[in-house]
Nanobody, 126 residues
Framework: QVQVVESGGGLVQAGGSLRLSCTTS????????MGWFRQAPGKEREGISC????????YSADSVKGRFTISRDNAKSTLYLQMNYLKPEDTGMYYC???????????????????WGQGTQVTVSR
């Protein structure tokens, strides 16, 4: 079966950095655009970045643009999110998700994502 597993979360001071990873199995990674989402306590889930199936195009929300970088290694079936200059408002559960190329021509955070991980917690202290 398909498995999507995030890792790399933790506690970091404001201004610090973290690198999240998302490993997948049971699916053909290159057939999927990939995205990162986050959800803070009491808030709705927010799409923050996505990357096309071949890594040729990316999109990031204004809230993270210039600070977060999404990338992927198709040979390792792994997605990454490099997070720099972290702020307390970046605190939340971070989720990785897979969006089928057959469903969406290019990655879209507003589109349908078929597979989701369980999340990894990121906490940024002041």
């Amino acid at each position: 079966q398909v498995q999507v597993v995030e890792s790399g979360g933790g506690l970091v001071q404001a201004g610090g950095s973290l690198r999240l990873s998302c490993t997948t199995s049971g699916l053909t990674f290159g057939d999927y655009h990939m995205g990162w989402f986050r959800q803070a306590p009491g808030k709705e889930r927010e799409g923050i970045s996505c990357i096309n199936y071949n890594g040729a195009g990316t999109y990031s929300a204004d809230s993270v643009k210039g600070r977060f970088t999404i990338s992927r290694d198709n040979a390792k079936s792994t997605l990454y999110l490099q997070m720099n200059y972290l702020k307390p408002e970046d605190t939340g559960m971070y989720y990785c998700a897979a969006q089928a190329r057959s469903d969406q021509h290019v990655c879209s955070l507003g589109g349908s994502f078929r597979y989701w991980g369980q999340g990894t917690q990121v906490t940024v202290s002041r």
